[in-house]
Each structure stands twice: as structure tokens, then as C-alpha cells.
């Protein structure tokens, strides 16, 4: 009896190590921060993480990083770029905080995380100040002189972060 009981427990074990992308099953990932741009491709690389999460009783941080360069929208006339910036921040702030609070209502743990500054650059420092054992990102799928002129914050996060990184390409089947 107690061999059958502890095969169904194994079994059950095995499941969950199934779904999970080959390697994962035996790492020990209790906080995962997964990059938001509010984009199809950033919702995407969420929905990947929520599957791990679940596997490994693990939170989900997201974060938001404003890149906006608002010296270079003032050239454009007299515009009152504190006030815009001040807007801009608290919609952007309110929106990752919203996010964070459906995947609480989900049952995650979450914390929605703003700041200021070079995408890549933001998210490799809050993944090592909040000790993140994963960073799940989505690529925007650039290629050719598009990715030459704008770069890839997958591809930077990828060389610069402290932990492993699980890149989520855009599905490109329609």
C-alpha cells in the first residue's frame, strides 16, 4: 500500500516537471521578474512565466522601464516637460501596479516595479537587487537594419543579467 502511494506521489511530481520548458525541472526558481512594455509580445513572455510560477511556488515581478527621452520631445515647441514626465511616470506606474494586482488576484505573488532609464539597464539591476533566480523576456522579433538601429534589450539583458534568462520569441504562425 504505502509503494503505491508513494509511486502516485512520484507520478504527480513528474507531471508538473513535464510541462515545464527541459532544464527547469530541477532548478529551484522561487522569484521570477518578467520586463513589461504593455506590448502582444511582453503579455506573451507573462503568460510563459505563469506556468513556471505555478510549477515552483514561485512570485512574479514585473517591471516597467520608461525610456521615454523627454529633452527630445521638448525641441518639438514649448511643452512643460516635468508635467509630462510626472503624467506619463504615474499612468505607466498605475498600469504596472494594476498588472501586479491581477496576477495577485490570480494567485501569484507580485509586485509591480517602475522605473526610469535604459531598459536593459533597469531590469539587470532590479533582477539582482531582488535576488531573481529567472527573467523571462520577450523579443520583439527585430532583424536586419531594424535590430542594428534600435539594438535588442533581450539580447543585452541576456549578456548582462546575474541569473538565467528565458527569451520568448513572438509567434510568427498567425
Same mark, same amino acid.
Given at each position: ?32 521578474? &518578467? ?85 536593459? !539597464? &533597469? ?16 523579443? !520583439?522579433? !527585430?532583424?536586419?537594419?531594424? !535590430? ?27
Amino acid at each position: 500500500m504505502k509503494a503505491k502511494q508513494a509511486n502516485t506521489k512520484k507520478k504527480s511530481s513528474n507531471t508538473s516537471a513535464k510541462k515545464l520548458p527541459r532544464g527547469l525541472s530541477r532548478a529551484r526558481i522561487k522569484r521570477i521578474l &518578467v520586463p513589461i512594455d504593455f506590448s502582444s509580445f511582453s503579455e506573451a513572455a507573462l503568460a510563459y512565466a505563469q506556468p513556471i510560477a505555478t510549477a515552483f511556488n514561485a512570485r512574479i515581478d514585473v517591471v516597467y522601464a520608461d525610456e521615454t527621452n523627454y529633452g527630445e520631445i521638448a525641441t518639438f515647441g514649448p511643452i512643460d516637460v516635468e508635467l509630462l514626465r510626472a503624467q506619463y511616470s504615474d499612468e505607466s506606474s498605475k498600469k504596472i501596479k494594476e498588472l501586479a494586482k491581477a496576477l495577485r488576484d490570480s494567485g501569484f505573488k507580485s509586485t509591480g516595479i517602475h522605473r526610469s532609464g535604459r531598459a536593459h !539597464h &533597469v531590469i539587470t539591476e532590479v533582477a539582482k537587487e531582488t535576488n531573481v533566480d529567472l527573467i523571462v523576456i520577450a523579443t !520583439h522579433g !527585430h532583424s536586419g537594419l531594424e !535590430h542594428l538601429l534600435m539594438g535588442s534589450t533581450a539580447e543585452n539583458v541576456v549578456r548582462h543579467a546575474s541569473c538565467p534568462v528565458l527569451s520568448v520569441r513572438p509567434n510568427t504562425n498567425g
